[in-house]
């Protein structure tokens, strides 16, 4: 089975660029996350989708980033524009079901951005 | 305070050694509990659930504690391929679609 894929693995980019993110989850998972890592630090959900529904954005900084997954399959995580701070990796994950208790979530191999 | 704690280490130990990792989280609501393993430049993959009564997988072995809302890892008989990040993971609210919530995890070194 085929696992998260992710593009570009890297990306440098200078501050106030703009910068999008692909990611394709396991084929029939309804639900993708976005997530945030900072060297040091543990991910941190940026957006979840359910389908092609959000589930919650709560920690998704709305003036500079967006994320769409139209058609409820392919996401793009966008930022416009970057800044220093958000250099770290984002990754994508997928679960099998719909949003719940105990779902395993499968991550991609993550983009690692670095904004100068 | 934050959602998930963990002793970020390192921990460094000999080969064949014991170690424990502790974890406590805030929201007592949580149903769901990990252990995450992250090696270094790669993406978190699941080591196990956790579950209330405790479990076992080989020499890893995953107790919870809802009282104290605290979960902890047991490597036994280390190996060097244990050398990783050990991120605890507790799941959300309801209201936020049972998210995840990563600890900043704990990192691992195994010698020889």
């Known amino acids: 089975e085929a696992g998260v894929a992710q593009s570009p693995r890297y990306k440098i980019i200078e501050k106030r660029q703009s910068v999008a993110f692909w990611c394709n989850p396991i084929?029939?998972?309804?639900?993708l996350y976005w997530y945030q890592q900072i060297l040091g630090q543990g991910p941190k959900l940026l957006i979840q989708f359910q389908n092609n529904g959000v589930v919650d954005d709560s920690q998704l900084p709305k003036d500079r980033f967006s994320a769409e997954r139209l058609k409820g399959v392919d996401s793009t995580l966008k930022i416009q524009p970057a800044k220093l701070e958000d250099s770290a990796v984002y990754l994508c994950?997928?679960?099998?079901?719909?949003?719940?208790?105990?779902?395993?979530?499968?991550f991609g191999p993550g983009t690692r951005l670095t904004v100068l | 305070r934050k959602e998930v704690e963990q002793d970020p280490g390192p921990f460094n130990v000999p080969e064949g050694a014991t170690v424990a990792f502790n974890c406590t989280y805030s929201n007592s609501a949580s149903q769901s509990f990990f252990w995450y393993r992250q090696d270094c430049r790669k993406e978190p993959k699941l080591l196990m659930s956790v579950y209330s009564s405790g479990n076992e997988d080989g020499r890893f072995t995953a107790q919870l504690n809802r009282a104290s809302q605290y979960i902890s890892l047991l490597i036994r008989d280390s190996k060097l391929s244990d050398s990783a990040t050990y991120l605890c993971?507790?799941?959300?609210?309801?209201?936020?679609?049972?998210?995840?919530?990563f600890g900043k995890g704990t990192s691992l070194l195994v010698t020889p």
């Open positions: 993971v507790v799941n959300g609210a309801e209201g936020s679609g049972y998210a995840l919530n």
């Open positions: 994950a997928s679960s099998p079901t719909l949003a719940g208790v105990g779902n395993e979530q499968f």
């Open positions: 084929s029939g998972h309804a639900t």
